[in-house]
Nanobody, 124 residues
Framework: QVQLVESGGGLVQAGDSLRLSCVVSGRSFGSYAMGWFRQAPGKEREFVAAITWNSIARYADSVKNRFTISRNNAENTVYLQLNSLKPEDTAVYYC??????????????????WGQGTQVTVSS
């Protein structure tokens, strides 16, 4: 069973930065596509960013040029750097692993494993 553990969330002010980490168990991390999603209270889970096994990244328009996704295959870790945070970025952030890259990586249904989430709260 693959396990994902996120960390790095917290309470920050608008304009601040955070770096989220997600450590993935197992020996197949290098072949996974990885994604970050977020869910605010009363809203559906939404795509934030994704990165393929060979580090091709894609972003939601709402976070483009502010957030950066990266991965370190030697450490089984995917990162999400959050810059210029806004109150509307407040949500629980989840990382997810897709064992097969067969779509766009934009939909939650494309992912096989999920972490427990980490809370990001941005005050104005």
């Amino acid at each position: 069973q693959v396990q994902l553990v996120e960390s790095g969330g917290g309470l920050v002010q608008a304009g601040d930065s955070l770096r989220l980490s997600c450590v993935v168990s197992g020996r197949s991390f290098g072949s996974y596509a990885m994604g970050w999603f977020r869910q605010a209270p009363g809203k559906e889970r939404e795509f934030v960013a994704a990165i393929t096994w060979n580090s091709i990244a894609r972003y939601a328009d709402s976070v483009k040029n502010r957030f950066t996704i990266s991965r370190n295959n030697a450490e089984n870790t995917v990162y999400l750097q959050l810059n210029s945070l806004k109150p509307e970025d407040t949500a629980v952030y989840y990382c997810a692993a897709a064992t097969q890259f067969i779509g766009t990586l934009l939909g939650p249904y494309e992912y096989d494993y999920w972490g427990q989430g980490t809370q990001v709260t941005v005050s104005s």
